[in-house]
C-alpha cells in the first residue's frame, strides 16, 4: 500500500512539472512578449530591442523555462513587470487570503452537503429529498455573480445588516475578517453543495444495494444507523473525490466571486495583471493553480487508497 | 402445542413486477402457506427457483426482500403476531429472536468493519448484553464453529478469510444474540463440496449445542436431509408435501418430491474407446500476466470423437482456465494442443476460421451469452451464416431444424430470450453452438446454474445429441453428480494439476489418491446420518495414521 502511495506522489510531482510546461510554453505563443507589454504598442524598434536584451528574451525558450523553473524550485517567482514588486511575497498575500475564504467556505460547505446527502438517502423519493435536490440543483444552476449580487442587494443594500464589500486589512481581528467575507462565504457555498450533495447521495444508494445492508436491516438497526455505519464507510471514496474536486475549485474559482466582493485575495490579484499583461505575474498564478489541483486530486487518491479495507489490510 | 415457536397460517407473498413494454402488476408468489416449527427444532425448506423458499423464509423476519410484500396470512413467533410488528419493536424483534444466514457470506459482511463488531452488533445494539459478553459469546461460538484461531479471528476483516471460513462467522452472527429461531438461506450452495462438509457439520453442530430452532433453505435435499427433524417441499408457491426427513427421503408420496429424490441417480454408461481421438491437449503449462506461478502445471489429455471428457474440480483448480487455453484465449508458455490431427495455434489470432468453427463453447450463464435485442432466430442463424455462408429460406429451414433438435421447436423463432426460462435459455446455446456443426464442443458448468430436474433434461438432450451428430464434450464442472451423468473419461484436477485421469469406471472407482478420496466422500447422500457417518470414518482413519 506504502508503494502506491508513493507512487501517487511520484504521479503528482510529474503532473506538476507538465503543467509548469504547459503554462510557459503556452504563454510564449503567443504573440508580443514582456518587452512589448512593458513598453506599450508605440515602442520603437530599437527600445524593444534593448529590453530584450536587458530582460534575457533573446536566448532560447527551453533555456528560459529552466531558469525560470529553478527559480520556482528555490521559491522566487520573479519581479512583476508593471510595478517591480516581487511576485513570492506578493502572492504569497494574496494566496493566504484565498485559502482563509476558501477554508471557511469548504468548513461550512462539506459537512453541510455530506449531511444533506445523508439526508436525502434517508427520505429517498420522499419531500426531503426532492427539495434538498430542488435547491441545491437551482442554487448552481444561478450564475455565481448573480447569486452574489442577488445577497449583496438584499443583505447589504436592502436590509444593511453586513458591509457590501468584503475588504480586509492588516490589522483586522479574526472576527472582524470573519464578518467580512460572510457573504462570498455564502456564494462559494451555494456553488459547491449541490454536487457534492448529490454525490453523497448517489454514492450511499449505490452502497445501500448491497447484500451487507440487508443483513444490517434484518440485525434490526435504524435507517440512519444503516446509512451512517454501513453504507457511509463504504463510500468514502468516491466521495472524497468529488469534494477534493470541489475544495479544489474553492481555491481556483474564487476568481469571479473575489471580484464581485472586491475581496484581495489571488482571483483579484490574477485578473489585475492579466489586463496589463504581466507575464511573470500570469505565469506563477497559473502554476500555483495547477498545483492546487493536482494537490487535491492527489490527496483524493491517496485517501481512497487508505479507505480500501483491502489495500489497508493485505491478507 | 406449548412448544411451538413459529406459527405461519395462510401465508400470501406478491410481488410488483415490471414486465418490459408493459404497465407493471402485481403478481402472487406464494399462494397461503401454512407450517409451524417447534422450539428446538429444524424445519427444512426445500424446492426449486422460484418455488417461494427464501420469501418464505424471510417472512418469519417480517421482511421482504425487493418489492416483495406479505400480503395475507399472519406469522406468530412466540405468540406474537409479527407482521404487525412497527418501529422499533420490529427491530428489537429482528435483531434478538429470528435472525438470518445468507447464502452469500462475502457480500453479506461488511467489507469495511472487523468481523467482530458485525459479529456482536446486534447485541449491543438492543442491549442485550454487554459489549464484554457479546465478544465472550462470539469467541465461544467462533470455538464451536472451529474457525481457527478463534480468540483473535474477529479483529480480520471479511476479505482476510476464506469463504467457508466467512459462512461459519455468519453463522456466528446470527447465533450471538442467542435468537429463538435461525434462518439459513442456502448457507453452503456457493461453497466448493469439500468445504461445505466441515461448513455443514459446523452449524449442524451449533444448532444441537445452542438448542436453536432452524428454518433450513436449500434446493439440495441430500444437504436438507442431514440437518433438519421436518422436510417441507414447495412447488411454484405452494406446499407440496410435508413430512419427517424419513418420509420425505424414503417414501415420498407425491409425484414432484419422488422426482426430487430420484435425480441426479442417473448413471450414464461409458462408451468403449475407439482410438479416434480428437483432441489432445500435450504437457500444458499456463500463467496469468502478473501471477508468479503456473495455474495449470503439465496437463496432458485426450479425447475421443463422440465422447465425453469431464474435467472437475473445486474453484481454483485449473479447470476453467484449461477451457481457455484451448480455446485459445490464454496462450500456454509450454505444451502443445492437437485438433482433428493438426497442430493449433496457441492463441485465438493464429487460427483459421475452419478451427474457430470445429470448437464451440457453451457457457455456465446462457443470459449473459446471448443479445437480449435478438430473436432467438437471429442468435442461431448467426453461425449459419458466418461459417456457411446460409441465407434466406435455406438458413431458416436450418434454424428450425435445430430448433427442432433441441426439443423448443419453430414456435421459438421469433421469441426474445427474456421470454424463455433458464432452460430454454441453455438449449438455445446448445443450438447455436451446434449450428457451427463442430466436432468438439467446450460446456463450462452449463448445468450449475440450472435446477436439478431442468439441469437433468439439459444432461439428457446432450447425451442424444451427441449420438446423432458424434460430436465430443470437454465438459467443465464441479458437481460430481453430473460427471456421473455424462462422462466416458474424467480428469480430476487440483490446484492446477492432474491428480487423476482415465476412464470413468476407473477413476471412480478404488483404489483412490487421497484428494479423490475427500472429494467423492464429500458429495452428500440422499440418505440420513450420511454426515455423521462420514465424519466418524474420517476420524478412524486420521487416527489410524
New interface residues.
Partial sequence: MIKLVIQRLALGCLLLLAASALIFFGIEILPGDAAQAVLGRSATAEALANLRAEMGLGRPAIVRYFEWLGGVVRGDLGVALTNGVDITSALADRFSKTLFLAFWAALISVPLAIFLGLLAVRFRDRWPDKMISAITLTLISVPEFIVGYVIMFFVAVKWQLLNPLSIVTANMGVFERLEAILLPVLVLTFVVLAQMMRMTRAAILNVME???I?????????RF?IIAR?AF??SIAPVVNVVMLNMAYLIVGVVVVEVVFNYPGMGQYLVDHVTKRDVPVVQAAGLIFAAVYILFNMFADIISIL?N??LR?P? | MADTLVDVRGLKIGARIFPPGEKPKDIEIVHGVDFTVEKGKVLGLIGESGAGKSTIGLST?A?G?GGVELTGGEVFVNGRDILNLKGGD???????EV??V?Q?AA???????KIMA?VT??CT??NLCSKEEAEARAVTLFTKLGLPDPENIGN??P??VSGGQLQRCMTA?ALCPQPDLVIFDEPTTALDVTTQIDVLAAIKEAIRDTGVAALYITHDLAVVAQVSDHIMVLQHGRMVEYGTVDHIINTPSEPYTQALVSVRSNIHEEKPETGDVVLKVDGISARYSGLKFDVLKDVSVELEAGHTLAVVGESGSGKSTLARVITGLLPPHTGSIEFGGRTLSADLAGRTKEDLRELQMIYQMADVAMNPRQTIGTIIGRPLEFYFGLKGAEKHKRIVELLDEIEMGEGFIDRYPAELSGGQKQRVCIARALAAKPKLIICDEVTSALDPLVAEDILKLLLNLQKIENVSYLFITHDLATVKAIADSIAVMYQGELVRYGPKSKVLNPPFDDYTDLLLSSVPEMKLGWLEEVLAHRKMESAGN
Fill in positions: 448491497s447484500a451487507y440487508e443483513t444490517a436491516e434484518l440485525k434490526g438497526l435504524s444507523e454501513h464507510p463504504n479507505a479495507p483491502r489490510h491478507k | 423476519l421482511y426482500r420490529l427491530r428489537t424483534f429482528r435483531g434478538h435472525t438470518y445468507s452469500s457480500a453479506s459482511f461488511n467489507p469495511a468493519k458485525q452488533e446486534a445494539k438492543h480480520r476483516y476479505h482476510q452472527l
